[in-house]
């Protein structure tokens, strides 16, 4: 059963500071990991897919990785704003099930 | 093109009622899957529709059911409310089943049961 992971559960920092955010699951044969953002009291924003033959994808100051064999994605988010804050999910969808399963987010604070 | 929709947006409840839920996919996507979200569990998936049919199922009572319409529009119902069941519920659509799929979220609803 796919389990994930994200670590720190809430972090701050100062606008205009690159920062990543990690994910980690247990099963290496994930076939899509996908990074969402939630507002309080929202529904979530898909922000980035990366599919199991993929290592990365970019979108705007956002970037994700994926290396399935140490079980990590990471979230880079350059040149961080205070639009930015908000809770940051990733899911995975592994060998055993359709569904995605979601890490706890980080919620993530950027200070003007 | 319009996003995913679900309504109602807030909805209040007592113990021992059922409430229906419903959401409206992105048109052309086929795959409707609601998720439950409390502060402490986090986001745990509930079902999996698609083609009018349930493919996948969470570990969640039988009091939760729901059922997908020809049009994709899908309806979630939980009988005999309990507490526990306040939680924001999302669902998802996608093009089509299966774990390649791109997901992408409505707004949620807001259950709350007194």
């Known amino acids: 059963k796919q389990e994930v992971t994200q670590i720190p559960a809430a972090l701050s920092v100062p606008e205009g500071e690159n920062l990543v955010l990690n994910c980690s699951f247990t099963?290496?044969?994930?076939?899509?990991l996908q990074w969402f953002r939630q507002d309080p009291g929202k529904g979530l924003t898909s922000l980035l897919l990366?599919?199991?033959?993929?290592r990365e994808q970019t979108s705007g100051r956002l970037n994700a990785s994926l290396d399935k064999s140490s079980g990590r994605s990471t979230l880079y988010i350059a040149a961080s704003q205070p639009g930015d804050s908000a809770t940051y999910l990733c899911a995975g969808a592994g060998a055993g099930s359709y569904q995605l399963t979601f890490g706890k987010g980080t919620k993530l604070s950027v200070i003007p | 093109k319009a996003g995913v929709t679900q309504t109602p947006r807030y909805l209040i409840k007592t113990r021992g009622q059922q409430v229906t839920l419903s959401c409206s996919p992105i048109?052309?996507?086929?795959?409707v899957s609601w998720y439950q979200q409390t502060p402490g569990q986090g986001l745990q998936f509930l079902f999996e529709y698609f083609s009018e049919t349930q493919r996948n199922k969470g570990n969640f009572p039988g009091r939760f059911s729901g059922r997908q319409f020809s049009n994709s529009r899908s309806e979630m119902n939980v009988s005999t409310l309990e507490l526990g069941d306040s939680a924001l519920y999302l669902c998802?659509?996608?093009?089509?089943?299966?774990?390649?799929?791109?997901?992408?979220f409505g707004p949620g609803t807001r259950l709350t049961v007194l």
């Open positions: 998802a659509s996608s093009l089509t089943s299966g774990r390649y799929n791109e997901q992408f």
């Open positions: 990366i599919q199991s033959s993929q």
């Open positions: 048109s052309g996507h086929r795959s």
């Open positions: 099963d290496s044969a994930i076939y899509n």
